[in-house]
């Protein structure tokens, strides 16, 4: 099985290969922006809903602190549930 993988790799087109490496790039791309989106909506229900006194780009580097172990000054209840 694995010789026929390398056998087919070696087939393929360049042409063929060039559109599977942009679909993986596309995947990736999208994925990562799911991910961000996703990592943002939850910093600004947090910047929403507590008063925390930084501003969402702070918050946004205090959570990656937090998410490292390392001490914050916002409280951890909050990371544990945005909403009030």
Do not use: C
Request: charged share 40%; proline share 2%.
């Amino acid at each position: 099985m694995n010789l026929q993988t390398k056998i087919r790799v070696k087939e393929q087109s360049k042409k063929s290969k060039e559109e599977e490496k942009q679909k993986r790039r596309t995947d990736a791309n999208k994925k990562r922006s799911q991910k961000n989106r996703r990592a943002w909506n939850f910093i600004k229900s947090i910047h929403r809903n507590y008063n925390t006194g930084k501003t969402t780009r702070e918050l946004r580097s205090t959570f990656s602190k937090f998410k490292r172990g390392l001490e914050t000054d916002v409280s951890e209840v909050i990371w544990s549930n945005p909403s009030p």
